[in-house]
């Protein structure tokens, strides 16, 4: 006897939506010479210049050494700046560099081409709908985190 398969839930369809555009994306974006990792922190710091290590690592779901690593790297190619930070000579804060920022309009352009062809057949009103839809659950998501953070006790927290 079949089973009809379950639909995804909204949990599996974003984790798996997440993995393939990343692997298109990375496809993609491979003549750039950068990792999925790599980018992303780019696209971080790019957002937020001036964030430490490890708001960065916390921001992609990483532990800190490993963004330490990333940013060795991005460092390395002249792409990144650590900056000590002037309250706390142990922390360092993030800035790109001059030459960061043609690689950040490479990968601009690939973002805004691959999400172009993923929502190619969606109508704007599905679209907007969608994003509204997908807004709200990250809101209340990151409430939930907050929460079960405060809960936690201190030398859980990172």
Do not use: C
Not at 11 to 32: E, K, P
Not at 58 to 87: C, H, N, S, T, Y
């Amino acid at each position: 006897m079949q089973h009809e398969p379950a639909p995804p839930t909204i949990g599996y369809l974003i984790a798996d939506l997440t993995r393939l555009f990343g692997r298109v994306f990375d496809r993609r974006a491979a003549h750039l010479g950068l990792t999925r990792a790599q980018w992303r922190a780019l696209k971080r710091i790019h957002e937020q210049q001036g964030l430490s290590q490890v708001e960065l690592a916390d921001q992609m779901d990483m532990e800190p050494i490993a963004v330490g690593r990333v940013v060795d790297r991005l460092q390395k190619a002249g792409f990144v700046e650590r900056r000590a930070d002037p309250d706390d000579r142990r922390r360092w804060r993030l800035y790109l560099r001059p030459q960061a920022m043609q690689v950040m309009g490479d990968i601009a352009e690939v973002s805004a081409t691959l999400r172009a062809e993923a929502l190619e057949g969606l109508p704007a009103d599905e679209i907007e709908a969608m994003l509204r839809a997908l807004l709200h659950l990250r809101e209340n998501l990151i409430r939930l985190d907050r929460d079960s953070r405060a809960g936690q006790p201190s030398s859980q927290r990172y």
